[in-house]
């Protein structure tokens, strides 16, 4: 793809403020020299925002107000100025209802946070899982020159010398407890071993998937996205970030001339063969919708489909983070996309050079790591999107995470209305299900819960796991945890919250999963279902006031992206009148 740079010299945004000798340059500049600020940096130089979600309660983002040292040094170097900016911080382990109700709250504020203040590029520090596509979504609508560097993922877990991964263990010994097989004392003891550095869950769960998607889109460096948090080459990695946003500024290098469909493209191929998080699928949607490209679920089933899942990590495999970057990380995954006629080689990067430019030469050090395609985990790896009359609008599986002998499986449904619902009953004794029903959670969604939590892979009942099984088919419009597996069906779409006809769906009734057919059927009459939908009336929509109620009533389906509906396309970055 040719990409013309900018000329430089040339004045850039932030000289509105800091250039000139107007009342108003000097209150924007002599401001700012409170903080010792030498004249010179305010001469012109690129100011370059360090966007830092760094949060004592995003403990997965806890380290990065150390890394952004790192990041200035960089800059510095390479002539701009680094101003730190505290932005708002979506963790997955702490924000209630779910991180995933303020993604778009986060997106709404760093971009006004770029768009209002004196920057001409930005560095977006994130890790934990929302705190990437936020961001990616507030760059994207700014389209301001902007480059991702991630925390780097935890170092391994381990507990009694077995490898064990954050989130994916988290469910395993939880259905241990509930199948008798482990302790509470042992999953107390097991909690330390989980986390046991600074950095993001360090299985392929989300916070990986989306360092992965960054750096497969072409809007972090090569190599960013599985070097561990505490390893010294992640502080190399921030100060080349630095260095290298200056340059992106010089020459004026945006995300709209990154992020085309055939960088979408290349990343929906590398989550397949990564085996990735399905909340891919949702940010990658929401992303799109800030640039204006045309993405779809048919984008992700039709680019997925043929990909083999070749990084052999939890929660599909058997490894983790840490050993995904000794292998050789991402760069050797792109390179075999390459090779297989899989990657849109053209495709510009942060770095100025092609997605396969910077892959080519790289080697793979670890074959039961990333595994050769024919050992793959799956040979379709991709997210595979299902249709029918409980899916009008689709909904998603993700076939590496799901036991095969469930992808093909019809089923009587045992029915939870909600979450609470759900909660109330699933250790009772005497409900009527066995491991051939199929469990349906309702009013999960981005309106119903609301935010979209994950809560699809939802526990199975006792009696059940007692018996030493582990999987039975499942079906929300809830997410999953990246770090989660199951054949688990999700985001079902319209949700049931806004009337789709899963809210419908009654304890008896035989629902028919077909995942080579990517069919999603409830075995109901049309005019039964109609007849259903028509006495159907919305009792999840509740919120009166503040932002939960912005949401509730503006969020739209998981099918398109959960965005508000006020928040997509690109509103640029143009310098707002002065007040002073
Ligand atoms: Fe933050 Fe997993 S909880 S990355």
């Given amino acids: 793809m040719t990409f013309k740079?900018?000329?430089?010299?040339?004045?850039?945004?932030?000289?509105?403020?800091?250039?000139?000798?107007?009342?108003?340059?000097?209150?924007?500049?002599?401001?700012?020299?409170?903080?010792?600020?030498?004249?010179?940096?305010?001469?012109?130089?690129?100011?370059?925002?360090?966007?830092?979600t760094w949060s004592e309660l995003t403990p997965c983002n806890a380290h990065l107000r150390d890394l952004a040292e790192r990041v200035k040094h960089g800059i510095y170097e390479a002539g701009g100025f680094p101003v730190e900016v505290p932005v708002f911080s979506a963790s997955e382990s702490a924000f209630r209802p779910t991180?995933?109700?303020?993604?778009?709250?986060?997106?709404?504020?760093?971009?006004?946070?770029?768009?209002?203040?004196?920057m001409d590029g930005c560095v977006l520090m994130v890790g934990c899982d929302k705190t990437t596509p936020s961001l990616l979504m507030a760059a994207a609508s700014t389209d301001m020159p902007s480059i991702v560097v991630t925390g780097g993922p935890m170092l391994n877990g381990y507990y009694k010398n077995e490898r064990v991964g954050s989130g994916t263990h988290l469910w395993k010994f939880s259905e241990a407890v509930k199948a008798g097989t482990m302790t509470k004392e042992e999953f107390?003891?097991?909690?330390?071993?989980?986390?046991?550095?600074?950095?993001?869950?360090?299985?392929?769960?989300?916070a990986s998937t989306m360092a992965s998607m960054a750096e497969a889109l072409g809007m972090a460096l090569s190599g960013n996205?599985?070097?561990?948090?505490?390893?010294?080459?992640?502080?190399?990695?921030a100060q080349l970030t630095g260095r290298r946003i200056v340059q992106?500024?010089?020459?004026?290098?945006?995300?709209?001339d990154i992020l085309k469909k055939e960088a979408f493209e290349n990343a929906i191929r590398t989550n397949a063969a990564i085996g990735g998080s399905t909340n891919a699928v949702i940010h990658l949607l929401a992303i799109a919708g800030r640039v204006g490209i045309d993405l779809t679920l048919e984008d992700w089933d039709r680019c997925g489909r043929d990909v083999p899942t070749i990084v052999n990590l939890m929660p599909s495999g058997k490894y983790l983070m840490e050993e995904f970057f000794y292998a050789g990380g991402l760069p050797v995954v792109i390179k075999r996309l390459g090779e297989a006629g899989l990657l849109h080689k053209d495709a510009l990067t942060v770095s100025g050079e092609t997605a396969w430019d910077q892959v080519k030469a790289v080697q793979n050090y670890n074959e039961d790591v990333i595994l050769p395609a024919e050992k793959a985990l799956t040979q379709s790896g991709g997210v595979?999107?299902?249709?029918?009359?409980?899916?009008?609008?689709?909904?998603?599986?993700?076939?590496?995470?799901?036991?095969?002998?469930?992808?093909?499986?019809?089923?009587?449904?045992?029915?939870?209305?909600?979450?609470?619902d759900y909660k109330a009953r699933i250790n009772d004794e005497d409900l009527d299900?066995?491991?051939?029903?199929?469990?349906?959670?309702?009013?999960?969604?981005?309106?119903?819960?609301?935010?979209m939590a994950?809560?699809?892979?939802?526990?199975?009942?006792?009696?059940?796991?007692?018996?030493?099984?582990?999987d039975m088919v499942r079906i929300s419009d809830a997410r999953m945890s990246g770090t989660a597996f199951g054949t688990v069906v999700l985001h079902t779409s319209p949700e049931a919250a806004a009337g789709g006809p899963l809210a419908v769906v009654q304890s008896g009734d035989m629902i028919e999963l077909d995942v080579a057919g990517r069919r999603l059927h409830l075995e109901v009459s049309d005019a039964e279902l109609a007849a259903r939908l028509a006495k159907w009336a919305p009792s999840h929509i509740r919120a009166e006031s503040g932002y939960a109620w912005l949401h509730q009533q503006h969020v739209e389906g998981a099918d398109t992206g959960a965005d508000l509906d006020f928040l997509k396309g690109c509103r640029g970055n143009p310098v707002g009148k002065d007040s002073h």
């Avoid at 330390?192 to 769960?205: E, H, L, V, Y």
């Avoid at 491991?435 to 999960?444: H, I, P």
């Avoid at 994950?454 to 582990?470: A, D, F, H, S």
Wanted: charged residues 25%; hydrophobic residues 40%.
């Fill in 433 to 451: 299900i066995d491991e051939t029903c199929v469990m349906v959670l309702k009013n999960c969604g981005p309106k119903g819960y609301p935010g």
């Fill in 248 to 256: 992106m500024v010089k020459d004026d290098l945006k995300p709209s």
């Fill in 454 to 470: 994950e809560v699809g892979n939802m526990g199975l009942p006792p009696k059940i796991l007692r018996k030493g099984i582990t």
């Fill in 99 to 118: 991180a995933m109700m303020f993604r778009n709250l986060a997106a709404m504020a760093v971009e006004e946070a770029m768009r209002g203040q004196p």
């Fill in 5 to 52: 740079p900018a000329a430089w010299p040339r004045k850039l945004r932030s000289q509105t403020w800091f250039g000139g000798t107007s009342k108003d340059n000097i209150y924007h500049r002599g401001w700012m020299k409170n903080q010792g600020f030498p004249p010179d940096l305010f001469d012109g130089r690129p100011v370059i925002g360090i966007l830092n």
């Fill in 188 to 206: 107390v003891e097991a909690e330390a071993s989980m986390s046991r550095s600074p950095g993001s869950c360090n299985t392929m769960g989300t």
């Fill in 225 to 237: 996205a599985a070097i561990p948090a505490v390893d010294s080459r992640r502080r190399v990695m």
């Fill in 384 to 420: 595979v999107v299902l249709k029918g009359n409980l899916a009008p609008k689709g909904a998603v599986l993700k076939p590496s995470a799901a036991t095969p002998a469930l992808m093909q499986h019809r089923g009587r449904a045992v029915v939870f209305e909600d979450i609470d």
